[in-house]
């Protein structure tokens, strides 16, 4: 089992004290160690949400995670790794998980989507293959989403950070019980939209270069929202087959705009692979008659006589 450490700066005593017996109680718990080490050698840091900028935009620069406590006044938290006071076992167990999983990757950008690849393979998983039971998968703000025959369940805020593009999610995994009541909910092809569209910048593992896709329909917007940038790359999509590069070069918005485009297309069910039309056949050539020609085709017919 892997070891990362973990420190806290700027917490009520009180708070980081309950921090630590936490830590201790998921020991074996979490799919890492967790030790408490000072901010220089730190993997992870926890801060409350009031903290300096500056130490939150040094640790973002560095390549590292910041985990804020944020109370629900605090709507758009500048990270998204979100836990709500007071500190409780699970929602820290599910943060945790997911950092774990973010920091096993190598250091480059596939640190950052590795989580975002996870989760969208699991997606297709469950609304291709038909998976049946419940499955469950962890958030960074410290919450579960729950799936099962075609519908995502989690709490209405979770979704919120979803659509705005705020919040990581590990893979779905058989769930051991059932969700709790009350949850709200949505189809899991949406969520498999905004996944996409939020997530990883290269062209999804399971998407070609050398492939002509278009889209099946247009993306319900009504429902799932739209940007003008979304909208221009559904009409070109929708217009004629097109592999990615063609659509990056007819796209406002570049590669990365494309890419995720093209996945969330992909996971919400609207992604078709499509042969190129083929270009239509030259018009024939009237033949050219020569003056003899037309001569004696002006005196047979005056004869009566047809060919």
Same mark, same amino acid.
């Given at each position: ?6 420190? &806290? ?19 074996? *718990? ?12 730190? @993997? ?9 900028? @500056? ?6 620069? *560095? ?20 836990? *709500?006071?007071? #500190?409780?076992?699970?929602?820290? #167990? ?16 596939? *640190?950052?989507?590795?989580? /975002? ?11 291709? /293959?038909?998976? /049946? ?26 979704? &919120? ?11 779905? $995994? ?7 009541? =009350? ?8 969520? =498999? ?43 070109? !999509? ?6 990615? !590069? ?9 590669? @990365? ?10 996971? $919400? ?20 008659? /020569? ?6 085709? &002006? ?9």
């Amino acid at each position: 089992m892997r070891t990362l450490r973990i420190c &806290d700066i700027g917490l009520a005593p009180d708070t980081s004290h309950a921090l630590h017996s936490m830590l201790k109680i998921l020991e074996g *718990r979490s799919s890492a160690s967790w030790r408490t080490a000072p901010i220089g050698a730190a @993997d992870v840091l926890i801060a409350p949400a009031g903290c300096q900028p @500056d130490v939150i935009a040094d640790w973002s620069g *560095r390549g590292r995670p910041v985990v804020l406590i944020a109370d629900d006044r605090c709507e758009h938290p500048p990270s998204p790794f979100v836990l *709500r006071p007071p #500190l409780r076992v699970m929602p820290l #167990l599910c943060v945790l998980d997911l950092l774990a999983e973010q920091l096993s990757a190598p250091p480059t950008r596939e *640190r950052e989507s590795q989580a /975002g690849w996870a989760a969208a393979e699991s997606i297709r998983s469950l609304t291709e /293959g038909g998976t /049946g039971g419940w499955h469950v998968a962890r958030t960074s703000c410290g919450q579960e989403i729950w799936a099962c025959d075609g519908y995502a369940h989690a709490a209405a805020s979770a979704f &919120d950070r979803l659509r705005g593009g705020s919040l990581l999610m590990t893979r779905f $995994a058989v769930a051991a019980g059932t969700p709790p009541a =009350g949850l709200a909910s949505m189809p899991l092809q949406d969520l =498999g939209w905004f996944v996409g569209l939020h997530g990883p910048t290269g062209l999804a593992p399971w998407l070609s270069q050398n492939v002509n896709y278009a889209l099946r329909r247009w993306p319900d917007f009504g429902r799932l929202g739209a940007t003008p940038g979304v909208i221009e790359l559904s009409a070109v !999509a929708t217009a004629r087959p097109r592999t990615p !590069a063609d659509l990056v070069s007819l796209s406002r918005g570049g590669a @990365d705009a494309v890419h995720r485009f093209l996945a969330a297309a992909s996971l $919400a069910g609207l992604l078709a692979v499509r042969q190129p039309e083929a270009a239509p056949p030259p018009a024939a050539t009237p033949p050219r008659w /020569g003056a003899w020609t037309r001569l004696v085709g &002006d005196l047979r017919r005056h004869l009566g006589l047809f060919t």
